[in-house]
C-alpha cells in the first residue's frame, strides 16, 4: 500500500512538473505573452503595435500561437495585433465560462473593454469564426469587419474528435491512451498536404492537449459544439462587412457550405483557398494574410 501510495504521489508531482514547464514553455514573456482577468478567468494573451486593432480568434484545439506568421505582416501594415487563447483551449484558466455563443460574446466585450479595444477587425477561425459572427450580429456598431476562415455556423457532423464527448468509454481512452503519434495524426488532419504541418505546431498540439485540466475543458467546449450541430442561424442578420476565407478541401467543416454564406450574407467578400484544408492561417500563412490586407486597403 505505501508503495502504491509513494508512486501515486511521484506520478503527481511528475505531471504537476510537467504542467509547469508546458505553461513556461509556451507563454513566455520573450514572446509577448501577458496575461489579464476577466471575472476570474485569466486570459493569455499577446499585444503588439498601435493603430486599428485586429484581434485573432483561434479555433478548437488550438492557441494564439497558431497566428504567429500573421504577426510581422499586420504590425507593417500599421494595424495593433491582438491574439488570445480562447476559453477552454490554451493557457488561458481560472473561472470557467459556459461555452456557448451568449458567454463567448459576452466575455469578448468585456475583454475589449479591459484592453481598450474600441471598433476591432476580428479574424477567427472555425470556433473562432463562430465567436467572431455571433460578436458582430450583437455588437454590430462595434465591429468595423470580421474575417472568417472556415467558420463554423451552419449544421454539419463534428468531426471525431468532437463526437467523442458523448462517449465516456472513447473519452477514457482519449485522455489515458493518448500518443504522440495519435495527436500527431489527428493535428495534421487539418491540412491539405497533411506533411507541411511543422513540428512546433504538432508539440504544441500535443502539449496543451494534455495539460493538466485542459482535457475536461475541452470535452465541455465539444459537448456544448455538440448540442448546435443542428442549429440553422440566422446569418441574415449579419451586417458588418465579411471576408470569407475557405479551404477547397476542408475535413472538418465541408466546403459547400460556403453557398449558405453566399445566400444569406450581404457585404461578404469571399476568396476560396485550393489545395488548402481546415487551417489556412498555418497551411498558407502568406497567402491568407496577402488576401486580407488586401481587403482591408479596400475599407
Not at 86 to 106: A, R, S
Request: proline content about 5%; some cysteine.
Amino acid at each position: 500500500m505505501v508503495r502504491a501510495l509513494l508512486t501515486l504521489l511521484i506520478f503527481t508531482l511528475a505531471s504537476c512538473a510537467n504542467s509547469v514547464e508546458i505553461r513556461e514553455k509556451w507563454t513566455k514573456k520573450e514572446d509577448g505573452s501577458r496575461f489579464v482577468e476577466i471575472e476570474g478567468t485569466s486570459v493569455h494573451y499577446r499585444d503588439f503595435g498601435e493603430g486599428q486593432a485586429i484581434v485573432l480568434l483561434h479555433g478548437i484545439c488550438d492557441s494564439l500561437h497558431s497566428w504567429r506568421h500573421f504577426k510581422k505582416p499586420i504590425l507593417e501594415a500599421g494595424y495593433r495585433y491582438i491574439a488570445l487563447d480562447v476559453p477552454g483551449f490554451g493557457l488561458t484558466h481560472g473561472k470557467e465560462i459556459p461555452y456557448d455563443q451568449e458567454n463567448y460574446t459576452l466575455f469578448l466585450n468585456k475583454l475589449f473593454k479591459k484592453l481598450n479595444i474600441e471598433s476591432p477587425i476580428i479574424i477567427g477561425n472555425s470556433l473562432g469564426g463562430y465567436i467572431a459572427w455571433n460578436y458582430a450580429i450583437n455588437y454590430p456598431r462595434e465591429t468595423k469587419k470580421i474575417v472568417l476562415l472556415s467558420p463554423a455556423g451552419y449544421p454539419l457532423s463534428p468531426p471525431l474528435v468532437v463526437r467523442i464527448s458523448e462517449n465516456g468509454f472513447l473519452q477514457w481512452i482519449a485522455k489515458n491512451l493518448s500518443t504522440r503519434m495519435s495527436s500527431d495524426f489527428i493535428a495534421r488532419g487539418v491540412f491539405y498536404n497533411r506533411e507541411k504541418m511543422e513540428e512546433e505546431d504538432l508539440e504544441r498540439f500535443y502539449e496543451l492537449f494534455n495539460l493538466e485540466g485542459n482535457f475536461e475543458k475541452y470535452m465541455r467546449v465539444f459537448k456544448s459544439i455538440m448540442k448546435l450541430q443542428n442549429a440553422v442561424p440566422d446569418l441574415t442578420r449579419l451586417e458588418t462587412p465579411t471576408l470569407l476565407i475557405w479551404g477547397e478541401n476542408d475535413n472538418w467543416i465541408p466546403f459547400k457550405q460556403t453557398n449558405h454564406w453566399k445566400r444569406d450574407v450581404d457585404h461578404l467578400e469571399f476568396f476560396p483557398l485550393k489545395e488548402t484544408g481546415h487551417t489556412p492561417q498555418l497551411e498558407r500563412p502568406k497567402k491568407t494574410i496577402q488576401i486580407i490586407l488586401n481587403s482591408l486597403k479596400k475599407e
